[in-house]
């Protein structure tokens, strides 16, 4: 079954970068057609996309925070990684990866998450 | 960005019961690209359908998917007591994907 792992510092101070890596075990990330994402819940609200990398590393953002986020992965060592840069307080959330099972319609990257990681807690706060 | 509005937020049932769910867009939904998602305390989420109406993998049959357009629903033909949880619905037809605010199935 496949595995996802996210690991992170878990304390990051405002304005500094958020980094976050998510390990893949007992699958490899070269696999057709599926994606990678990063995913997100704050305290007490819902989830939130973040945007998702393919293992050629091209990527798909959310557009709301396409400038903050920077994506890549890194295929010998089965991981994937977001850096989010000048975190705010409203950062603070669980992050997730997981693996999309993705397709292509008009243009549109359509996608659901089939295996999710544990999560992490970032908290942004000086 | 599409909105979506999951009711009620509170679901409170008996174990036995059955349980609709509500995820209504503010605009359609391409081609149905709907997901659903359960999410106990402290873990992930787990997918529970996709296309608006295909189970994944693993998932019973007690839980069905159905909707179109804009208005889409999650039943669970008789709740199990495993079943109490948060349920997130998802659209992934148009970018951003969004997820709704999740609706609690609590124990009456």
């Known amino acids: 079954q496949l595995l996802l792992q996210e690991s992170g510092p878990g304390l990051v101070k405002p304005s500094e970068t958020l980094s976050l890596t998510c390990s893949v075990s007992?699958?490899?990330?070269?696999?057709?057609?599926?994606?990678w994402g990063w995913f997100r819940q704050p305290p007490g609200s819902g989830l939130e996309w973040l945007g998702c990398?393919?293992?050629?590393?091209?990527?798909y953002d959310n557009p709301s925070l396409k400038s903050r986020v920077t994506m890549s992965v890194d295929t010998s060592k089965n991981q994937f990684s977001l850096r989010l840069t000048s975190a705010t307080a409203a950062d603070t959330a669980v992050y997730y990866c997981g693996r999309v099972a993705s397709g292509w319609d008009n243009d549109i990257l359509t996608g659901y998450v089939t295996s999710w990681g544990q999560g992490t807690l970032i908290t942004v706060s000086s | 960005d599409i909105v979506l509005t999951q009711s009620p937020g509170t679901l409170s049932l008996s174990p036995g019961e059955r349980a609709t769910l509500s995820c209504r867009a503010s605009?359609?939904?391409?081609?149905?690209?709907l997901a659903w998602y359960q999410q106990k305390p402290g873990q992930a989420p787990r997918l529970l359908m996709y296309?608006?109406?295909s189970r994944a993998t693993g998932i019973p049959d007690r839980f069905s998917g159905s909707g179109s357009g804009t208005d889409f629903t999650l039943t669970i033909r008789r709740l199990e007591p495993e079943d109490f949880a948060v349920y997130h619905c998802q659209q992934y037809g148009e970018s951003p994907w969004t997820f709704g605010q999740g609706t609690k199935v609590e124990i009456k």
């Open positions: 990398i393919y293992y050629t590393g091209a990527t």
């Open positions: 296309g608006a109406s």
């Open positions: 605009q359609i939904v391409t081609n149905n690209y």
């Open positions: 007992r699958a490899s990330i070269n696999r057709s057609p599926f994606y």
